[in-house]
């Protein structure tokens, strides 16, 4: 992906510019500025209309396809935006379970991966060019040798699955092969969820939490809201009792957090404790004892702190029986789940806020073991034929597996995937992977409920689907994924196909295309076909969610039990997570995603040893900000050496508040060698130190310094308010006392004065409202808005110079008072501002106040003075230094949206509140004759957002949505008292503290 | 002294009040020159007929033989782009007639071979202009007013200059050029003598937005 893309300073030197060399380039720059004005005519085009075009497509007019994202196997509904069969645009599928309509950063950025022309684009055999036919060739070859002995030097080698088609033909191919093998891998993997639930129920089953019905939830290292396969779905629910409203007291559910390393869903704690993860066993045993009433609770010098939030914590739940919720994290092991489903049962939770279902997973095997025993197979020189359907082992295995090694033991490996990566370098057939976007495919999401994926664009790169790759292991080779995973669903029991048929009326205008008119006029007498519409139309098939399972937990689990003493206080404990952005790695090569201020610490393109202020200070590292023009982006932090289980890697450390102390984390995914011209060399690589003993924390790090500096880039490195109110916030109690407590006197415009005359806003008054108390900062809508907003990336050393360019960027504080520390996120896209400092600094007249109270900016008229960037006092505009949009790479213009002009160099950009959305409802509406209806208009930030936090609509409809949140006694705007009158308006963060906690 | 010595002759003060009066003319000249050449059809390409794959004539289709405008450009009512006719369009009728004319062996290649015909583009805005024009439609513009007499031109040529000076002077007065909503698609309508009053009904019974909102920069550009 092309981050810089100016022609002629990329080949200068870094570093300093000399007098004469600046003067020569000035010289040659106006010169080049005179060429350019020649070309005064359009250029010349071609109109080339279709030989016969598809039937239902409206010439200019984008369509939506109901389609699902998978991450971690795990679905995601989604609607596709698709202009002229281009997909340009992911939006959440507001019938589908999972997301309601919402989205996350992963299925918003997948519509670039898509385009990325990093992508495998050839079949290679042994690292040549080869073709799929005689892989085909090779493979039925070889298929014939295993088939005399059963298969047993076959073996299969998948990510963990959803799908129900790709289960079944594996199972299908274990039948022809009885002796074969099928192992499953991801190193982000839910084992300790699966062992826990087999240590409490005997057996594996699928937790699903009912965040809507919790009032009192406490999170053991779990981050439900930015990982696992409910994410989305959780925090819409969770965020439903969370608002404030006037007049409206439905009470507001509280959060404890316990965790080792700070997460999205720990900022959104009330109590929120930060202890080693090693610690939380503990924490979590002393609380069942205490709850059980075990008097043999053991007091060995408890810590006070630990002390207190059990019995804070430990009254709570017991008050708010059947009604709480407790839920441990995929990093604690399998006791910490095995606690919490007994803390659920204990307190009456299960069939309120939890309930239990068959396992969503194909094949509920532990990730780990499963790869340990098929490296034993293939070093014992078992394995003849190994498949690799997806994932990257070879990067991302447990270090002490040693699996690139033991690839090559491997006669005949394959591997499918996107990328050329580290595994497909290592094995002797590379196949390119079709991405969810171009192939045919299904996934079942938290819930169980299945979706069929459907392609919106044939495969850019001749990729093949996984369903294809397996079935080219069968007799039936050459078949189609639209046929095998049609033909599924056509075998599935036919009363569920015919409830489909009920539901085919349910969407219109958002219609999904016929795969094959011809196969729709063929109805099959069952019913099948308008169920298999009905389903591509929705999005979903419907009546597939699990049914609840009862459960319960072993009688004698607890009886000798003993929680765990405190860990060696003088050891470092080292953390293993996913990173929030590139998650295992797998992204890596997604330059929106590594451009992404990551929640919390807000750093791009980088991972780091991050570790609390306190160890910082203790171990003598700096860090320090920039704070020259040009390097507010920058961080200056130390290199240290970590040494762990005798390995050692060189990493920088960066100091976040909230973290445990006497603990460090490590984020995955970075250190990348073959993940493309993104991917490939930022950060470190954390697996090197990562091993099956250690999956995701363990204790005996040593850390040493080396004396070296690095430059991280960071968006955000000053986390502090210092005492302004940019964010209002305030516990519910005082709240209940003074509800008005956001309002301040400045920020009246009725008592300010202006130089220039007023707006009168006679029609639509555009205006937003973010609720600050519902933002958990996991920025979908900084990833929506750059999706919808041919927003572009521009690389790490611009951001090292704060040049980054997200339209919406989500400002995250630390509040620290007498009882507890408060995170609070701020979501700042353009205000608006009616009085707007900007516009009247503008000496060309390139942003301009509309009739509708927009900050309009128009491009084509800016000039780059860059003096309304210098007056904005949210600096929320952004300049194109350099181009950044990459102009010239054929495949990324496809993702463009048409609607949104690209800027070049030399352009002030910023937020328009989603104008062309704006335009296209209005058009709508007028051209059907008829008044814009509240809610039509839904910006790109607001669409993504899974907690609702952003409303859009017309402030001067007192009926709309917009203006009844503005009504609220907790609106206030951002730095109101300048009296620029922001249109962008906040609800200030409320939060629900224990008030036994202020009492002690 | 002697004037031997002098660096300026006599002379000099009425060369100097030359040259600032030439040099006056020249700006004035250079602008007037400058403000010609921008409107003019070389950069508008206003009446300047492109080569095209073929001759397809207007004049015979919509003048001749009242073919709608809508038969080719579907989308014209419902979408930003008017829509260009597939080759299946032209090969309905010309399966029939003409069958063998070898002016349309570029239309029956296509159709033959699936490879679409090129058009030239006519009417070409810059990419940063967003023109919709089924609200256009809605609004009582009718398809003349900027495509100009498209039923008389033997081959499309771009009726009006299509500057951004051009459209203002609707979007500021739009009473002096918006028809009835059925006359939208006549070619042969000519405005009423009443047009101002006649005009100022329809802005107000098709919601046509006030002056301030017509010419927002946002109204065109994104």
């Given at each position: ?22 003067l ?32 239902d ?21 989604t ?18 379970p ?20 990093d ?17 085909l ?11 005399t ?47 826990g ?17 919790a ?25 439903k ?54 008097s ?36 604690q ?13 204990l ?58 090694e ?16 580290e ?90 295309k ?24 929705n ?17 004698d ?12 206080p ?41 570790m ?11 860090q ?18 970590l ?114 005359p ?171 004759g ?14 993504a ?23 609220e ?8 008292d ?23 | ?39 003019s059809?070389?950069i ?25 405008c ?29 069958t ?26 810059p ?13 009582g ?28 002077k ?53």
């Amino acid at each position: 992906m092309k981050t810089r893309n100016d022609t002629y300073l990329k080949d200068l030197p870094e570093g300093f510019l000399h007098r004469r060399d600046f003067l020569r380039l000035m010289g040659a720059s106006i010169a080049l500025a005179g060429l350019s004005g020649c070309g005064l005519r359009q250029p010349v085009e071609q109109i080339v209309p279709y030989v016969s075009g598809p039937e239902d497509r409206t010439e200019g007019a984008p369509l939506f396809y109901a389609t699902a994202t998978t991450h971690g196997g795990y679905a995601l509904g989604t609607l596709v935006e698709s202009h002229e069969f281009r997909p340009t645009k992911v939006e959440g599928n507001p019938l589908h379970p999972a997301s309601l309509g919402a989205s996350d950063i992963f299925s918003q950025a997948s519509v670039l991966t898509l385009y990325d022309p990093d992508r495998s684009n050839n079949v290679l055999y042994q690292g040549q060019i080869d073709t799929y036919e005689n892989f085909l060739i090779d493979l039925r070859r070889k298929r014939g040798n295993q088939q005399t002995k059963n298969g047993s030097g076959l073996r299969i080698l998948t990510e963990n699955i959803t799908s129900p088609t790709l289960a079944s033909q594996i199972e299908g191919l274990l039948k022809d092969f009885p002796a074969a093998g099928w192992h499953q891998y991801e190193p982000v993997n839910r084992d300790n969820e699966r062992d826990g639930s087999m240590l409490a129920f005997g057996e594996a089953v699928e937790t699903i939490y009912r965040f809507d019905q919790a009032d009192v939830i406490l999170l053991l290292d779990a981050d439900p809201f930015a990982d696992g396969p409910g994410r989305v779905r959780y925090a819409r629910d969770f965020s439903k009792k969370r608002r404030v409203r006037k007049g409206i007291d439905s009470g507001m559910n509280r959060l404890y957090a316990v965790e080792s390393s700070p997460t999205v869903t720990g900022s959104m704690a009330d109590h929120r404790l930060a202890v080693r993860s090693a610690d939380i066993e503990g924490l979590a045993g002393r609380l069942l004892l205490e709850l059980t009433g075990n008097s043999s609770l053991p007091t060995s010098a408890p810590e006070t702190k630990i002390s207190e939030f059990i019995g804070l914590v430990g009254r709570d739940l017991i008050r708010n029986r059947g009604s709480s919720l407790v839920i441990a994290g995929r990093s604690q092991p399998a006791s910490v789940h095995a606690i919490a489903h007994s803390l659920n049962a204990l307190l009456g939770n299960v069939g309120n806020t939890v309930i239990y279902t068959e396992p969503v997973l194909a094949n509920t095997v532990n990730n780990v073991e499963s790869l340990r025993s098929l490296v034993a197979d293939i070093n014992a020189g078992k394995v003849e034929m190994l498949a690799i359907v997806g994932g990257n082992p070879a990067y991302d295995a447990p270090s002490d597996f040693f699996f690139s090694e033991s690839l090559s033991n491997v006669a005949w490996t394959s591997h499918l995937s996107l990328y050329e990566d580290e595994t497909s370098a290592r094995c002797s057939w590379h196949i390119p992977l079709a991405h969810e976007l171009e192939s045919w495919g299904d996934a079942r999401c938290f819930d169980g409920t299945a979706s069929i994926i459907q392609p919106l664009i044939a495969p850019l790169y001749d990729g093949r689907s996984p369903h294809e790759f397996l079935a080219a292991f069968t007799e039936n080779y050459v078949a189609t994924g639209y046929e095998i995973v049609r033909g599924y669903w056509k075998t599935q029991n036919q009363d569920a196909n015919s409830n489909n048929a009920r539901d085919t009326n349910s969407k219109t205008d958002r219609s999904s295309k016929l795969p094959d008119s011809r196969a729709n006029s063929a109805k099959a007498a069952d019913g099948f076909e308008e169920g298999w519409q009905a389903s591509l139309r929705n999005g979903l098939v419907a009546n597939t969610a699990f049914q609840t399972k009862t459960v319960s937990v072993k009688a004698d689990l607890w009886g000798q039990y003993l929680p765990p003493p405190a860990a060696d206080p003088g050891s470092i404990e080292i953390n293993f997570r996913p990173d929030p952005s590139i998650y295992d790695g797998r992204y890596s090569n997604n330059a929106w995603l590594q451009e992404l201020p990551k929640p919390l610490t807000k750093l791009t393109w980088d991972n780091a040893v991050l570790m609390s202020p306190n160890l910082a200070l203790q171990l003598g590292v700096n860090q320090e900000v920039g704070s020259t023009g040009g390097s507010h982006g920058t961080s200056i932090v130390e290199i240290v050496e970590l040494k762990f289980d005798g390995k050692t890697v060189r990493a920088p450390v960066f100091a976040v508040r909230g973290h445990a102390d006497e603990s460090v984390t490590i984020h995955l995914g970075y250190g990348r060698t073959n993940a493309g011209e993104a991917g490939s060399g930022p950060g470190f690589n954390a697996y090197a130190l990562r091993s099956s003993g250690a999956m995701w924390s363990a204790s005996g790090l040593e850390i040493t310094k080396t004396g070296e500096t690095f430059s991280l880039a960071c968006t955000q490195a000053h986390h502090s308010m210092e005492g302004r109110e940019l964010v209002r916030h305030a516990s519910l109690k005082e709240y209940k006392r003074d509800p008005t407590f956001a309002k301040r006197e400045a920020d009246d415009p009725a008592k300010q004065i202006s130089l220039y005359p007023g707006w009168t806003y006679e029609g639509h008054a555009w205006a937003m409202s973010i609720d600050t108390s519902i933002c958990n900062g996991c920025s979908a809508c900084v990833v929506a808005c750059q999706a919808e907003n041919n927003i572009p990336v521009v690389g790490k050393e611009e951001v090292l110079r704060a040049r980054e360019m997200h339209w919406i960027r989500v400002d995250t504080y630390f509040e620290d008072n007498a009882e507890n520390s408060r995170t609070l996120h701020q979501p700042v896209p353009c205000q608006h501002c009616e009085n707007a400092p900007c516009e009247i600094v503008c000496p060309v007249g390139a942003t301009t106040h509309s009739a509708e109270g927009l900050n309009e900016m128009t491009y084509n008229r800016c000039v780059g003075t860059r003096y309304c960037s210098n007056n904005c006092p949210y600096k929320v505009r952004r300049f194109n230094f350099f181009g950044y949009a990459d102009l010239e790479t054929p495949v990324a213009q496809l993702q463009r949206n048409p609607q949104v002009t690209t800027r070049s160099r030399g352009v002030m950009e910023k937020c328009t509140y989603c104008v062309q959305r704006i335009q296209y409802a209005k058009i709508n509406a007028e051209t059907e004759g008829r008044e814009l209806l509240d809610g039509e208009i839904v910006t790109a930030c607001q669409q993504a957002c899974p907690t609702e936090a952003i409303v859009f609509g017309d402030k001067n409809d007192k009926s709309s949505r917009v203006a009844k949140l503005k009504a609220e006694p907790t609106d206030y705007g951002l730095l109101a008292d300048l009296n620029t009158r922001p249109r962008t308006t906040y609800l200030a963060t409320i939060k629900n503290p224990n008030e036994d906690a202020q009492k002690e | 002294m002697g004037n031997e010595h002098r660096f300026f002759g006599p002379s000099a003060n009425e060369i100097m009040r030359l040259c600032i009066i030439f040099a006056f003319l020249a700006l004035v000249g250079g602008c007037w020159a400058l403000i010609e050449i921008f409107g003019s059809s070389y950069i508008t390409r206003q009446h300047i007929v492109q080569p095209q794959p073929m001759p397809f004539s207007h004049k015979h289709h919509v003048g001749e033989e009242g073919i709608d405008c809508r038969y080719c450009h579907t989308s014209v009512e419902r979408s930003a782009s008017a829509g260009m006719p597939e080759t299946q369009t032209c090969i309905n009728c010309h399966s029939q007639i003409y069958t063998t004319d070898p002016v349309l062996e570029p239309v029956r290649a296509s159709f033959i071979s699936g490879n679409p015909i090129q058009w030239t583009r006519v009417h070409n805005l810059p990419g940063y202009v967003y023109f919709d024009h089924s609200i256009h439609l809605s609004k009582g513009v009718g398809c003349a007013t900027c495509h100009g007499r498209v039923d008389q031109m033997n081959l499309t040529e771009q009726a009006a200059p299509l500057t951004m000076e051009w459209c203002l002077k609707c979007h500021r007065d739009p009473e002096l050029q918006i028809r009835p909503r059925d006359e939208v698609f006549n070619m042969e309508y000519k405005q009423p003598k009443d047009q101002p009053r006649l005009g100022a009904d329809l802005v107000t019974s098709y919601h046509v937005k006030d002056r301030q909102a017509l010419t927002n920069c946002s109204t065109c550009h994104r």
